[in-house]
């Protein structure tokens, strides 16, 4: 059974910086691809960052230089490292693990994604 376990959320203030933390049992995360989506209320979820097996990330346009996203083997975690935070960032954020190999352009999508933790909450304000 594969189970996500996001950490790390909370308030900061703005321009400050948080590190969420997916911690995954039930499968090795080096061998699938990995993403974090958000939901602010009343929107959709949207995409964030995401990183395949072969290490290759990507990330949504506004998070670019702002947002790393990386893999910890040791711990079979991925971690979100978010600076530089603004009110827009507030949401409630998710991790997921793909069911297959989804070519690079669907890693956004996350009808590919098959395996979802419950999500933490990222509050910027000042």
């Known amino acids: 059974q594969v189970q996500l376990v996001e950490s790390g959320g909370g308030l900061v203030q703005p321009g400050g910086s948080l590190t969420l933390s997916c911690a995954v049992s039930?499968?090795?995360?080096?061998?699938?691809?990995m993403g974090w989506f958000r939901q602010a209320p009343g929107k959709e979820r949207e995409f964030v960052a995401a990183?395949?097996?072969?290490?290759?990330?990507y990330y949504k346009n506004s998070v670019k230089v702002r947002f790393t996203i990386s893999r910890d083997n040791a711990k079979n975690s991925v971690v979100l490292q978010m600076n530089n935070l603004r009110p827009e960032d507030t949401a409630v954020y998710y991790c997921?693990?793909?069911?297959?190999?989804?070519?690079?352009?669907?890693?956004?999508?996350?009808?590919?994604?098959?395996?979802w933790g419950q999500g933490t909450q990222v509050t910027v304000s000042s």
């Open positions: 997921a693990s793909t069911s297959g190999s989804p070519i690079s352009s669907m890693f956004s999508s996350p009808s590919v994604y098959g395996y």
């Open positions: 039930g499968r090795t995360v080096r061998d699938w691809g």
């Open positions: 990183i395949r097996s072969n290490g290759a990330t």
